[in-house]
């Protein structure tokens, strides 16, 4: 007789925790070295000189300094926070707006209403991300928020195509027919059945966006149409040109690992969560153990 574990839908989250230890506590000391940067406990001296041009690691400087004498660690730590704030705003943001129109897009099926919001999706996934980015930056003139936009305009699009594919495979369940033949509303249906049926999957593809984000921020900084007046692993990466020109090397290596180590964690944890949470990975992995 073959035996299949079943997880409960509020403990699934946390044995995704349990299962992968070395990403989550990687994960857990970005998060802690993010707070104490938002809270003021540390790092807020980024941009302050502090040491000379390229001194070696020391007690002062434990990474030691840039070109103009900064301190790498320091600024890799507070590039740690502009991480976060980049990738769960976009993610957030990104994930709620594609889940309510593929939502929308889905309970509408085949209606004017679908064929509407496939066009704005295809559309925008028509546009190339960086050219898209760039003209958002040149329409706002530069504000801060332009690379935050056009993330979250080109990233929608994703999680909206497989919310909408959910939506109608779960509009052909019993209770959805149910709740029409009781002539429940369309809002009602959305809100009430469809999206609290959807959490797992738009759990997944934010922490999915979440990853993707901080990567395209570090592009966007280091092509110099990201972020402008605040510190990142990309204006790190863009400061370092310099640097190793020099043959010091310390700036991008720094910047690097920070990077790698963090996108490798929350994509870990991705991976995951979409083994646990996905009902057809779990259906094929409880084909796989009978």
């Known amino acids: 007789m073959n035996t ?11 044995s995704v925790v349990r299962t992968d230890h070395i990403a989550t506590l990687v994960a857990i000391a970005y998060l802690a070295a993010a707070l104490g940067v938002w809270l003021g406990l540390w790092a807020d001296n980024w941009a302050e000189i502090t040491g000379t041009m390229w001194a070696d690691p020391s007690a ?9 004498g900064q301190d790498i660690l320091v600024r890799a730590v507070a590039s740690t926070a502009t ?9 957030l943001s990104s994930s709620i707006i594609g889940g309510l129109l593929g939502a929308v897009a889905g309970h509408f099926n085949g209606s004017p209403v679908d064929e509407l919001i496939l066009w704005l999706k295809g559309t925008i996934d028509a546009i190339p991300f960086y050219l898209l980015v760039v003209a958002i930056a040149f329409a706002l003139q530069g504000h801060a928020m332009a690379m ?10 994703t999680t909206a195509r497989v919310v909408r594919a959910e939506t109608i495979r779960i509009g052909q369940s019993g209770f959805i027919e149910a709740a029409r ?5 369309a809002s009602r249906i959305i809100f009430r059945h469809l999206l609290p049926n959807l959490v797992h999957v738009l759990l997944v593809q934010a922490t999915l966006v979440f990853v993707a984000a901080i990567k395209a921020e570090v592009v966007l900084s280091f092509l110099g149409i990201g972020l402008q007046d605040s510190i990142s692993w990309g204006l790190m990466l863009a400061e370092a040109g310099q640097d190793i020109m020099a043959g010091q090397y310390m700036n991008f290596l720094v910047a690097s690992l920070c990077l790698f180590g963090l996108v490798m964690a929350a994509s870990l944890l991705a991976d995951r969560l979409q083994d646990r949470l996905d009902p057809r990975t ?3 992995r409880s084909v796989d153990i009978g």
């Open 4 to 14: 299949v574990r079943t997880l409960s839908v509020h403990k699934r989250p946390w």
């Open 60 to 68: 002062a400087h434990w990474l030691g300094t840039n070109r103009l």
């Open 83 to 91: 991480a976060f704030e980049v990738g769960l705003a976009v993610a």
């Open 148 to 157: 935050h936009l056009a993330m979250i305009l080109a990233f929608w699009t």
């Open 181 to 185: 033949a009781g002539g429940s509303t």
């Open 282 to 284: 779990r259906h094929q």
